[in-house]
């Protein structure tokens, strides 16, 4: 057995029977079998939510809580059932607490544009890090131009990591919201995020995480977390795209005001006036995305049928192995080196620009993702323009680490 073939198996994990469950894993890319190293932009999705989506709309599907008749109600129960299993996923104390909103881009908006616009005044501090996606930075921007808040960026170090310290300077009384990453996308940092939560506390302000990478590589109960609101999207927990939620504590919902008026979010509508149902249906108006939350729930399902504790230790085994290949490659700088980080592998080679590497890897099959990886100002703070990713999930394998080395290494006779 090779070095890669032996570091693959570990008693309680079989990542070849994990693979066997992703149909698109045996597919073949430019003639080269398929080596998807894209999880963090979306995970593949195993055959059991496949197979979920497809019974949906082949013989279980209406739209829901509207119909007296089964196949709606039956529809409704499935819906409603996702939202339970997402409750259990994160541990939320109630099901109400559960809002299903189209991604967590979606969720963020909803809450700058809902709780921000009745919360935050101007003057109002809201603290985000270096390290946040665009999805964590635009929409408290255009809260900002809406109520003259002034927003705060808590440094990173250049190996990726988050001084505590410095991001307690950066919190005062002013400070209303802090909005961080749980994991960062581009350099995989798991944030310290009971102690943010603990300063943010102590501010007296909320504490919204973006689990958009946390919620797959970490496990997330939202309750030991002690946060105020959590986001992610189910495309990069091996769910369907076109769903996400939106975890907020009860109270915040019941004081937040709707986020789009229609069907389904109302109690009672008469021209001269209109009262909402309670949380979450008063944050989801209209039509929702129904089979999507019952794909969403069937990945749950899917990933609570693995072990979930081995198969975090195999990701992080690959991480390991990923970055010292990686670091003995001539020319390539790791970009992202906290510890304990969560398993996405930024990184430059000298001489090679990261679209080109991309467009090089990818005819060996090789799918990994160059750019800004929607954090801009990141790639400012660290001196680059873009990087290379490559983002590791419960299939990957160390062949699949050797693939991308041996990829590399063909680039460089290439692009060099
Ligand atoms: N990051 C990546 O390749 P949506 O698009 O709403 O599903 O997720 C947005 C988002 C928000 N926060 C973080 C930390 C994210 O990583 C993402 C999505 C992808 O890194 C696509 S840009």
Not at 51 to 73: C, D, M, P, Q
Not at 254 to 261: D, K, L, N, R
Not at 285 to 299: K, V, Y
Not at 401 to 412: E, F, P, R, S, T
Request: hydrophobic share 45%.
């Amino acid at each position: 057995m090779n070095k890669a073939a032996a570091l693959n198996t570990k008693p309680t994990y079989d990542v070849m029977k994990v693979r066997a469950d992703f149909p698109i894993l045996a597919r073949q890319v430019h003639g080269k079998p398929l080596v998807y190293l894209d999880s963090a932009a979306s995970a593949q999705k195993p055959r059991q939510v496949i197979e979920t989506i497809s019974r949906v709309y082949t013989s279980e599907y209406a739209n829901v809580h509207r119909g007296a008749y089964f196949l709606s109600e039956h529809a409704t129960a499935a819906y409603e059932a996702a939202r339970e299993k997402v409750q259990a996923f994160v541990n939320a104390a109630s099901v109400k607490e559960i809002v299903f909103t189209k991604g967590a881009t979606e969720a963020i908006n909803l809450v700058a544009a809902t709780w921000g616009r009745k919360f935050i005044k101007a003057g109002d501090e809201i603290v985000l890090t270096a390290v946040e996606h665009h999805s964590n930075i635009v929409p408290w921007q255009l809260l900002r131009e809406a109520t003259g808040c002034v927003l705060k960026i808590a440094p990173v170090r250049l190996d990726g990591s988050i001084d505590i310290a410095e991001f307690a300077k950066i919190i005062g009384p002013k400070t209303k919201l802090v909005a961080v990453a749980h994991v960062s996308n581009v350099l995989g940092t798991v944030l310290p995020v009971r102690e943010i939560a603990e300063l943010a506390h102590a501010a007296g302000a909320k504490l919204l995480l973006d689990g958009c990478q946390g919620i797959v590589h970490e496990f997330v109960d939202v309750q030991d977390l002690g946060c105020d609101f959590y986001v992610f999207s189910s495309h990069k927990l091996y769910g369907p795209t076109g769903i996400g939620v939106l975890w907020a504590r009860l109270e915040l919902l019941e004081a937040m005001p709707p986020y789009q008026g229609g069907g389904d979010m109302i109690d009672t509508v008469t021209f001269a006036k209109t009262t909402w149902a309670p949380p979450p249906a008063k944050f989801e108006a209209g039509t929702p995305p129904i089979a999507e939350a019952i794909g969403l729930g069937a990945a749950i399902d899917y990933l609570n049928s693995l072990d979930r504790v081995a198969a975090a230790a195999h990701e992080k085994d690959v991480l390991r192995y990923a970055m010292s290949s990686l670091a003995q490659v001539p020319g390539v700088r790791l970009i992202g080196t906290a510890p304990g980080k969560a398993s996405v592998q930024s990184f430059v080679m000298e001489g090679a620009h990261p679209h080109d590497l991309a467009t090089v890897l990818d005819r060996s099959g090789i799918s990994v993702r160059a750019g800004h990886h929607c954090a801009q100002p990141l790639m400012e703070i660290l001196g680059v323009t873009a990087t290379t990713r490559a983002s590791f999930g419960i299939y990957t394998t160390m062949q699949e680490v050797d693939a991308l080395i041996a990829g590399l290494h063909k680039a460089q006779q290439v692009l060099l």
